[in-house]
């Protein structure tokens, strides 16, 4: 096998192109939760969102979960801790936020996130080297400059910023996913505690604010959140972080701004300014030189 064959197979590729993978599928459900604010509740659509995500991982998942229930039990208290970060809260969060904020500020918000899993991961010991914080500076800078465009504050801002710290401390806290889980048993587990978790929630918003009605613009989006977004991105992340770390795979999600803004500009006819352009070449010149080996 040449040298080129063996750099494009090597676990460092494939963790990348896992968590560029993640990163475009999620910043869908950014214009999604835009575009659902005003006919589905975001506590609703959270929940149905995980409803079809554990439906679509049961198959894959369940008989694994079941044949490691010992070591599930024995790990509970971390798999309700991802559970409640990663399912319950930070999607809820992302969701309310949709309400008032444009799809391109949740992404820039949501580029905090990398900065926290970099501080997570130094905190427990982890060199990150020079290359990398400088891609993650870099990139950072990117999204800083994006964000002053113009950017207006709204309320539902203080919600994404909350979203992107449950989503940093979730990342960081699956560098302690027991190895020997396996990857679908933790989706299926995780998924089945988080829904659970948003069933209390669930409950006083149908009681509150009612129903929503199924039509083709309501079930396609929590058809595409739910596979894509939840089982698919959630996989392919999880996944890359235990191949590259935090760190490397949150350099990546650096990427996301540009994706929401391209997709909210296309779908939801949300403006995104030509002076971006230099912002997200910024932002791609980080990501490239956080993310080598």
């Known amino acids: 096998m040449s040298p080129t064959t063996r750099a494009t197979t090597s676990p460092a590729f494939l963790g990348v192109a896992l968590a560029l993978l993640a990163t475009v599928v999620w910043s869908g459900s950014f214009v999604t939760s835009r575009a659902l604010g005003d006919s589905v509740p975001p506590v609703q659509h959270a929940f149905w969102r995980w409803v079809v995500a554990l439906v679509a991982v049961a198959p894959f998942g369940a008989r694994q979960a079941w044949r490691q229930r010992a070591l599930i039990r024995r790990r509970l208290g971390f798999l309700l801790l991802a559970s409640l970060l990663g399912v319950t809260t930070y999607n809820t969060l992302v969701n309310q936020a949709g309400l008032t904020t444009p799809a391109p500020t949740m992404g820039m918000i949501m580029a905090a996130s990398p900065v926290l899993m970099a501080v997570c991961e130094r905190a427990g010991g982890v060199r990150l080297g020079v290359r990398r914080v400088t891609g993650l500076l870099t990139a950072c800078a990117g999204v800083l400059l994006l964000m002053g465009g113009g950017t207006r504050f709204a309320a539902g801002d203080l919600w994404m910023i909350a979203a992107a710290c449950c989503f940093g401390t979730y990342s960081a806290l699956l560098r302690r996913k027991p190895a020997e889980l396996g990857g679908a048993a933790f989706l299926f587990t995780?998924?089945?505690?988080?829904?659970?978790?948003?069933?209390?929630?669930?409950?006083?918003?149908?009681?509150?604010?009612?129903?929503?009605?199924?039509?083709?613009?309501?079930?396609?989006?929590?058809?595409?959140?739910?596979?894509?977004?939840?089982?698919?991105?959630?996989?392919?992340?999880?996944?890359?972080?235990?191949?590259?770390?935090?760190?490397?795979?949150?350099?990546?999600?650096?990427?996301?701004?540009?994706?929401?803004?391209?997709?909210s500009w296309a779908l939801l006819a949300e403006p995104t300014g030509w002076a971006g352009a230099g912002c997200m070449a910024l932002i791609l010149g980080g990501v490239v030189l956080g993310a080598r080996r």
């Not at 009681?207 to 613009?217: H, I, L, R």
């Not at 795979?249 to 994706?259: K, R």
Request: net charge positive; proline share 8%; charged share 5%.
């Open 190 to 263: 995780t998924f089945l505690f988080g829904t659970v978790l948003l069933l209390p929630a669930q409950g006083v918003s149908l009681a509150v604010q009612g129903g929503f009605t199924p039509t083709p613009g309501t079930v396609w989006p929590l058809l595409y959140v739910g596979v894509a977004s939840s089982a698919l991105a959630f996989f392919a992340w999880n996944r890359a972080i235990a191949l590259i770390g935090p760190t490397r795979a949150g350099v990546v999600y650096y990427l996301q701004p540009v994706c929401v803004a391209l997709l």
